[in-house]
């Protein structure tokens, strides 16, 4: 059985009396630590059918009501189509300034527009504008017919990203987000398109903090009036219709820490504005996240046998980063379980053990402790005489 640190019990010193003294003691100390617990305020009431608020580095859900709950998600439809365009700029099948035929599907195409002409010619770079600050349903056709050939083609490739994305209560049927039954998605799934989509492309990020944007001499606002109200947010995306209510999926960053906040189904645009700044503010306040061990770095060097090599080093494969409440880092509490005797040969990459960080008997996050490099099997002598050390070992019980 793995354990922490190998600690062994050693016989009490104490006599029996001294021993119910001691209990006393221990207890009492424990009711303090138990009155040193985080002291959280509770989430803040909000308005909207449903929301969330999550940290986007570790993925740490601080609020949520309804967030799988299926719902149209009006214009947060775009940031799935914008996200597509950007996949295709990245992946080098298309460029910035690339000319888009304007069908007549596109510039018919009901909604928030940008005015794009039928049968002219607009560049992928306007367009993507026009669909993120501008949220025209005009752009996002014309795109949509651009690169999968037809919006209905362009949706089969909206649906294909979300599967990869395990976005699992999402459907797309239009590019736009305009009304149709079998359309919807949720809070949850859009914070996880919307981390994606920052994570992947930063450099088409910056366009969802540009606050207005003029094309044929008509200059619209971005309709995310967080944009105005808090210098922190730099994005992402509004969306209305009258079955959806009014969405909005909003992203801000403060001393390195970013939060995704998304609310759907509220009553206003002042609304949906109010609702988001109330989920921001509440984690920002409340919360704060920090990397604590970094990938592929050795946690504890433990012995290992059969082995040349007298320790393999023990670490984890991906970067641990935790949300946790704000003012309490040094209460965090790390357990490294690790199996009392760990044998050669070992592959890098193999799981031995676990890491654990819990803050006041409650989980914050584990993570397998991986071997960090080969160690192959010693030659006949080396083994034979860790054969019988590990024997004596057992057999006089030593740690």
């Not at 970094?294 to 504890?300: I, N, P």
Request: aromatic share 8%.
């Amino acid at each position: 059985m793995a354990e922490f640190m190998n600690h062994r019990p050693m016989p009490s010193p104490f006599p029996v009396a001294g021993q119910v003294v001691l209990l006393l003691i221990v207890l009492c100390s424990m009711a303090g630590a138990q009155a040193q617990e985080p002291i959280i305020p509770p989430a803040p009431e909000i308005q909207a059918s449903s929301y969330l608020l999550v940290d986007a580095e570790s993925d740490k859900v601080i609020v949520e009501y309804n967030a799988h709950e299926q719902n149209p998600p009006a214009s947060l439809t775009k940031i799935m189509t914008s996200y597509l365009v950007e996949q295709e700029i990245d992946a080098g099948r298309i460029q910035m300034n690339d000319e888009v035929l304007v069908s007549v599907a596109a510039w018919r195409t009901g909604g928030s527009k940008m005015f794009i002409r039928e049968g002219t010619k607009v560049t992928i770079e306007d367009l993507l504008k026009g669909i993120i600050i501008q949220s025209g349903n005009d752009a996002s056709v014309a795109v949509a017919e651009h690169i999968g050939g037809s919006e209905d083609a362009f949706a089969n490739m909206m649906n294909q990203q979300a599967a990869v994305l395990g976005m699992q209560n999402t459907h797309f049927t239009n590019s736009t987000g305009l009304p149709d039954r079998e359309h919807y998605s949720s809070a949850w799934d859009m914070a996880l398109l919307t981390r994606d989509l920052i994570n992947r492309f930063p450099q088409h990020y910056a366009l969802y903090s540009q606050r207005s944007y003029e094309f044929n001499g008509i200059e619209q606002a971005n309709r995310n009036k967080l944009l105005w109200r808090d210098k922190t947010v730099d994005g992402v995306k509004t969306g209305y219709t009258s079955s959806a209510g009014y969405c909005l999926v909003a992203s801000a960053v403060r001393e390195g820490m970013r939060l995704i906040s998304v609310v759907m189904g509220t009553d206003s645009d002042q609304a949906r504005m109010r609702e988001s700044q109330k989920l921001l503010s509440y984690g920002f306040r409340y919360y704060e996240t920090q990397s604590l061990y970094e990938a592929d770095v050795a946690l504890k060097d433990q012995p290992v046998y059969y082995a040349d090599a007298d320790t393999v080093g023990l670490g984890v494969e991906n970067e641990v980063v935790v949300t946790f409440p704000r003012g309490y880092y040094n209460d965090i509490e790390v357990k490294l379980e690790i199996p009392k005797v760990i044998e050669a040969p070992l592959s890098k990459g193999e799981q031995m053990g676990e890491l654990k960080l819990k803050l006041h008997d409650k989980t914050l996050y584990t993570a397998p402790l991986v071997v960090l490099e080969d160690v192959p099997e010693s030659g006949l002598i080396g083994q034979f005489t860790d054969f019988v050390s590990l024997f004596f070992s057992e057999l006089f019980g030593s740690e």
